[in-house]
T-cell receptor, first 113, second 114 residues
Framework: SAVISQKPSRDICQRGTSLTIQCQVD?????MFWYRQQPGQSLTLIAT?????????ESGFVIDKFPISRPNLTFSTLTVSNMSPEDSSIYLC??????????FGPGTRLTVL | AQSVTQLDSQVPVFEEAPVELRCNYS??????LFWYVQYPNQGLQLLLK??????LVKGINGFEAEFNKSQTSFHLRKPSVHISDTAEYFC????????????FGSGTRLSIRP
């Protein structure tokens, strides 16, 4: 398994500002992902965080809005830029060592006023 | 591309009754299948997974699921539920490839009545 921590666990932000969420894993992992879970909904993949190269974004998500960094094999950040109330969600990072299982962090609960 | 359909958004059951949460998937390639559970205000926890072999998979907390390739289903079952099973349950799929991107279903909220 993998132990994943996220910071902050929750935040309340003003419209137009940006928030950077950190994801730390207790051991090196090949793949890291960022998901969004809007209120009462399922998880949607935002992007795959690639170590040493640009993240791979899913349809509907762009780098200008959700810049991602992955400086090494245990850490990644997701920034939610120029926030609006529609960005209020839970943001989760996950990691995968192989093809058959992902482990999820506890999530960051974001409220945008 | 893969997709996952969870047919029931909410399932209310009485404590100690059996429950089945339905999941159907669509994919043009072979897949791995998962059930995750999300307890209130918590992250996701893996309940069980199907990779290959026996089509009946047993997971944690007394849950099991059966992979049915012909019906493209992966229904989750528990013979007797407990109040502590109240949670959101997500069925998910990922394809056999180097990219382990998971596609989630819309979720089923299981509520247990005493």
């Amino acid at each position: 398994s993998a132990v994943i921590s996220q910071k902050p666990s929750r935040d309340i932000c003003q419209r137009g500002t940006s928030l950077t969420i950190q994801c730390q894993v207790d051991s090196q992992v090949t793949m890291m992902f960022w998901y969004r879970q809007q209120p009462g909904q399922s998880l949607t993949l935002i992007a795959t965080a690639n170590q040493g190269s640009e993240a791979t974004y899913e349809s509907g998500f762009v780098i200008d809005k959700f810049p991602i960094s992955r400086p090494n094999l245990t850490f990644s950040t997701l920034t939610v830029s120029n926030m609006s109330p529609e960005d209020s969600s839970i943001y989760l990072c996950s990691v995968a060592r192989g093809l058959d299982e992902q482990f999820f962090g506890p999530g960051t609960r974001l409220t945008v006023l | 591309a893969q997709s996952v359909t969870q047919l029931d958004s909410q399932v209310p059951v009485f404590e100690e009754a059996p429950v089945e949460l339905r999941c159907n998937y669509s994919s043009s390639v072979s897949v791995y299948l998962f059930w995750y559970v999300q307890y209130p205000n918590q992250g996701l926890q893996l309940l069980l997974k199907y990779l290959s072999g026996s089509t009946l998979v047993k997971g944690i907390n007394g849950f099991e699921a059966e992979f049915n390739k012909s019906q493209t289903s992966f229904h989750l079952r528990k013979p007797s539920v407990h109040i502590s099973d109240t949670a959101e349950y997500f069925c998910a799929v990922t394809q056999y490839s180097s990219a382990s991107k998971i596609i989630f279903g819309s979720g089923t909220r299981l509520s247990i009545r005493p």
